[in-house]
T-cell receptor, first 110, second 115 residues
Framework: RKEVEQDPGPFNVPEGATVAFNCTYS??????FFWYRQDCRKEPKLLMSVYSSGNEDGRFTAQLNRASQYISLLIRDSKLSDSATYLCVVNGGGSYIPTFGRGTSLIVHP | SQTIHQWPATLVQPVGSPLSLECTVEGTSNPNLYWYRQAAGRGLQLLFYSVGIGQISSEVPQNLSASRPQDRQFILSSKKLLLSDSGFYLC??????????????FGEGSRLTVL
């Protein structure tokens, strides 16, 4: 079983749609969680951290479910500029090496 | 504020030639440093990480090596490149264990094509 799993997609949605990605992790002792965004041929950039209580940043909402060991990212009112690959990252649990999922590709079309 | 610089941005090398990619971090001390590789259409593969000067851990056996001659400098090298070494190489840093929440910050990457 992979440590961090994501649906690779692609998710193909129209502008204005709401889309959600899930990411599951296997290490129950994991302590910190993040979503990164990676544009084509660019480096990943931190999109948002994921807190136990959930957190929101504009159109983006991240949630953590420790019991089921998954995190989610919800994007409301999708924009063309949201097209990218979204990487789930899990850290801690006895290791300082962040573990990356393989990413979920999002394509927002007009 | 902290910044990370990585170079060169792009390079084309023949098979069998050497490689040296360099990464430096500014604005922080004793960072954890990482080298990742991303093949076309693939996920991030951790190659090396370092928690301090001269301390290098290898995640994947291969013809690459890494060195950390100074606290904020991380170098990826190869004596003889293979075709399979082509990819997008990313340097990253995070706060040392216990300092910060563990998020990674990436350099802009080095795109290597081996012909």
């Amino acid at each position: 079983r992979k440590e961090v799993e994501q649906d690779p997609g692609p998710f193909n949605v129209p502008e204005g749609a709401t889309v959600a990605f899930n990411c599951t992790y296997s290490n129950s002792a994991s302590q910190s969680f993040f979503w990164y965004r990676q544009d084509c041929r660019k480096e990943p950039k931190l999109l948002m951290s994921v807190y136990s209580s959930g957190n929101e940043d504009g159109r983006f909402t991240a949630q953590l479910n420790r019991a089921s060991q998954y995190i989610s990212l919800l994007i409301r009112d999708s924009k063309l500029s949201d097209s990218a690959t979204y990487l789930c990252v899990v850290n801690g649990g006895g290791s300082y090496i962040p573990t990356f999922g393989r990413g979920t590709s999002l394509i927002v079309h007009p | 504020s902290q910044t990370i610089h990585q170079w060169p941005a792009t390079l084309v090398q023949p098979v069998g030639s050497p490689l040296s990619l360099e990464c430096t971090v500014e604005g922080t001390s004793n960072p954890n440093l990482y080298w990742y590789r991303q093949a076309a259409g693939r996920g991030l593969q951790l190659l090396f990480y370092s928690v301090g000067i001269g301390q290098i851990s290898s995640e994947v056996p291969q013809n690459l090596s890494a060195s950390r001659p100074q606290d904020r400098q991380f170098i990826l090298s190869s004596k003889k490149l293979l075709l399979s070494d082509s990819g997008f190489y990313l340097c990253a840093w995070s706060g040392s264990s216990g300092s910060g929440t563990g998020e990674l910050f990436f350099g802009e990457g080095s795109r290597l094509t081996v012909l």
